[in-house]
């Protein structure tokens, strides 16, 4: 079946550099893309990026000069990194299956920005 | 970008019909879809095309609107049903979700 797992670390420090890894299983990376989305605590979600099944990569303008998107298909796992973190980066991280709609969802990893 | 407005919340009676509304600040034509999400868990996604039903969920869910407004009908609604219910545009960049609607049982 398919399934999606983030891990990362929960806490990082202010202006450092968030890393995650999302792990998946039951689908192929070159068939489908991946959407990494966060949801602070409380609030909607927001779309953050994407790796597409061809390798190529999308990012929302607002987080596009701090964030990266890469993949190793042979591993099965799409990572995220983004620097220069601040307080309101705090939330809960998800990857998702899609572009669209985003039809299955990991079970997400909490992020704490914090000194 | 999209913006998408959902009331926040609403409190209905088990077996009763509800429907939560999903306006966007420009057409999405098709482009919306509809997610459960329950405390601690992550998004279900539930409608998809407006009006789409996904694999697996219950028939009393159901969706449509097209262009800037939208509406997630649930009938009966369950005590299961608890939970915070997301509209999300996909037809103009980046993709949107909307602020969630807090739907309780009374």
């Known amino acids: 079946q398919v399934q999606l797992k983030e891990s990362g670390p929960g806490l990082v420090q202010p202006s450092e550099t968030l890393s995650l890894t999302c792990t998946v299983s039951g689908f192929s990376l070159t068939s489908y893309s991946v959407s990494w989305v966060r949801q602070p605590s409380g609030k909607g979600p927001e779309w953050m990026g994407r790796?597409?099944?061809?390798?190529?990569?999308a990012y929302n303008s607002a987080l596009k000069s701090r964030l990266s998107i890469s993949r190793d298909t042979s591993k099965n796992q799409v990572f995220l990194k983004m620097n220069s973190l601040q307080t309101d980066d705090t939330g809960t991280y998800y990857c998702?299956?899609?572009?669209?709609?985003?039809?299955?969802w990991g079970q997400g990893v909490m992020v704490t920005v914090s000194s | 970008d999209t913006v998408l407005t959902q009331s926040p919340a609403l409190a209905v009676s088990p077996g009763e019909r509800v429907t939560i509304s999903c306006r966007a600040s420009?057409?999405?034509?098709?482009?919306m879809h509809w997610y459960q999400q329950k405390p601690g868990q992550q998004p279900k996604l539930l409608i998809y095309?407006?009006?789409n039903l996904e694999s697996g969920v219950p028939a009393r869910f159901s969706g449509s609107g097209s262009g800037t407004d939208f509406t997630l009908t649930i009938d009966p609604v369950e005590a299961d049903d608890t939970a915070t219910y997301f509209c999300q545009q996909s037809w103009n960049d980046p993709p949107t979700f909307g602020g969630g609607t807090k739907l309780e049982l009374k």
């Open positions: 095309g407006a009006s």
């Open positions: 998702t299956r899609g572009p669209h709609p985003l039809d299955y």
């Open positions: 420009e057409s999405v034509s098709t482009g």
């Open positions: 790796m597409w099944y061809d390798g190529d990569t």
